[in-house]
Nanobody, 125 residues
Framework: QVQLVESGGGLVQAGDSLRLSCVASGRTFSAYFMGWFRQAPGKEREFVAT????????YYAASANGRFTISRDNAKNTVFLQMTSLKPEDTAVYYC??????????????????WGQGTQVTVSS
């Protein structure tokens, strides 16, 4: 079992930056690949970014590519999402997720076994 707790959300203006954190507890953090998803009101949860066990490989949604950076610190059981040049359309609840199964794309919600409770990000225009 893995417990995930996100933090770092808030209300910012367009063009600002935010760094989200997700701390994991429970089983060995480095055994999981991690992902960030987001869900806006009335919309389905969508993929944002994923990172491999070691952190060597990352992949981003088109909407995040070039503006967001996912990273992890296995010594601190933490995964980060650095968001820059934020836009109003980035407004959503952001969730981190952990997956133990190998060979998956990491871009689908079904790929993940554990989820955090989410942190709200609101970007005003």
């Amino acid at each position: 079992q893995v417990q995930l707790v996100e933090s770092g959300g808030g209300l910012v203006q367009a063009g600002d930056s935010l760094r989200l954190s997700c701390v994991a507890s429970g089983r060995t953090f480095s055994a999981y690949f991690m992902g960030w998803f987001r869900q806006a009101p009335g919309k389905e949860r969508e993929f944002v970014a994923t990172i491999s066990w070691s952190g060597a490989r990352t992949y981003y949604a088109a909407s995040a590519n070039g503006r967001f950076t996912i990273s992890r610190d296995n010594a601190k059981n933490t995964v980060f999402l650095q968001m820059t040049s934020l836009k109003p359309e980035d407004t959503a609840v952001y969730y981190c997720a952990a997956a133990s199964r190998r060979g998956l794309s990491g871009t689908r919600t079904d790929d993940y076994d554990y989820w955090g409770q989410g942190t709200q990000v609101t970007v005003s225009s």
